[in-house]
């Protein structure tokens, strides 16, 4: 258990409408990433943070957005809701195991944009 | 390009036989990590191994086994005496050096089924 937890589990919204997803982490970790699951895809990266305000671009970034204001949380923003932003959300953090440095997952968010 | 491969979509098997799921990548960087994560019905996504480039020494972990092979980029995960509970998706996943930190490039994952 890493000791992070996403908020909210699961969630329907409209299209147009803006969402925010949240992560939650205990432990004090500097690195915080945010992947999105489809299928046949595996997780794709969407934004990262490297510490309070730092935060970069991953490989699917079109249409949202993230904020970092301290160090234990990590929002995801998506703007304007789009049916294609229908996936399963995970929170990563990366923390080190016997020296060696690894990504841990959170429990994933759901959403369904109708 | 820099890319993970698991050909095997879906495998099913009865408990207690072995089963090897495949896993090959394509890299860029001289320095990298392999990782293999599983993903239960649940859905929660379990860490399982990581593998540094360096070291090709296999790894035995129970009933786990993995092959990293850098000569045929490939990174193997074998379940020995398989179990109901193995029933998951195992991802394989490389990491890809950015900035300040890496990045994961997960394939598309591997579901088994483990039947009774």
């Known amino acids: 258990d890493a000791g992070i937890t996403q908020s909210p589990r699961h969630k329907v919204t409209e299209t147009g409408t803006p969402v925010t997803l949240r992560c939650h982490q205990t432990e004090n970790h500097r690195y915080m990433y945010w992947y999105r699951q489809d299928p046949g895809h595996g997780l794709r990266l969407i934004h990262y943070?490297?510490?309070?305000?730092?935060?970069d671009k991953g490989e699917v970034s079109d249409g949202y957005s993230v904020s970092r204001s301290k160090t234990e949380d990590f929002l995801l923003t998506l703007e304007s809701a789009t049916s294609s932003q229908t996936s399963v959300y995970f929170c990563a953090i990366k923390a080190a195991t016997l020296g060696q440095e690894t990504q841990y997952f959170g429990p994933g968010t759901r959403l369904l944009v109708l | 390009a820099q890319k993970v491969t698991q050909a095997q979509t879906e495998i099913s098997v009865v408990e207690k036989e072995d089963v090897t799921l495949d896993c090959v990548y394509e890299t860029r960087d001289t320095t990298y990590y392999l990782f293999w994560y599983k993903q239960p019905p649940s859905g929660e996504l379990v860490f399982l191994i990581r593998?540094?480039?360096?070291?090709?020494q296999n790894e035995i972990s129970g009933r786990y086994s993995w092959n990293f092979q850098k000569s045929t980029s490939s990174f193997n995960f074998t379940i020995t005496a398989s179990q109901v509970v193995d029933s998951a998706v195992y991802f394989c996943a490389l990491s890809v050096q950015m900035d300040s930190s890496y990045k994961l490039i997960f394939g598309s994952g591997t579901r088994l089924l483990v039947r009774p």
């Open positions: 593998r540094n480039s360096f070291d090709e």
């Open positions: 943070s490297y510490g309070v305000k730092d935060t």
